[in-house]
């Protein structure tokens, strides 16, 4: 599932944070397909993406992009929830992390 958080608007650009539930490459691939839909292939470069491989891994998201990610079926949530998600998403990679290094395929 993918979440936005409200806007934040004490900046020069107001902008949101699109993220998945899932973690790992699962997530990663859930969030590029959803951003894919928002921004046209013709435009999503995947170094947007934030913090890739962590619990905090998503994109900012701005302007009409906003509104177009919620009409595509971006949850809202509350930053509240969002932290809560991230928390989710720590646990779920400390499963896959063995020896110190992290047993998935990079996407």
């Known amino acids: 599932m993918i979440y936005i958080d409200?806007?934040?608007?004490?900046?020069?650009?107001?902008?949101a944070h699109l993220i998945s539930s899932l973690s790992g490459?699962?997530?990663r691939?859930?969030?590029?397909?959803?951003?894919?839909?928002?921004?046209?292939?013709s435009?999503?470069?995947r170094w947007w993406i934030q913090k890739p491989g962590?619990?905090?891994?998503?994109?900012?998201i701005w302007g009409r992009y906003y509104e177009k990610?919620?009409?595509?079926?971006a949850?809202?949530?509350?930053?509240?929830?969002?932290?809560?998600?991230?928390?989710q998403k720590k646990v779920a990679i400390k499963k896959y992390i063995k020896?110190?290094?992290l047993y998935e395929k990079r996407v």
């Open 6 to 15: 409200p806007l934040n608007k004490e900046k020069y650009m107001p902008s």
């Open 25 to 27: 490459c699962a997530g």
């Open 29 to 41: 691939k859930e969030l590029i397909e959803f951003a894919v839909k928002v921004f046209g292939i």
């Open 43 to 45: 435009k999503f470069q």
């Open 54 to 60: 962590t619990k905090k891994e998503h994109l900012n």
């Open 69 to 73: 990610a919620i009409k595509k079926g």
């Open 75 to 87: 949850k809202r949530i509350s930053t509240r929830e969002l932290v809560r998600i991230m928390g």
């Open 99 to 101: 020896g110190g290094k």
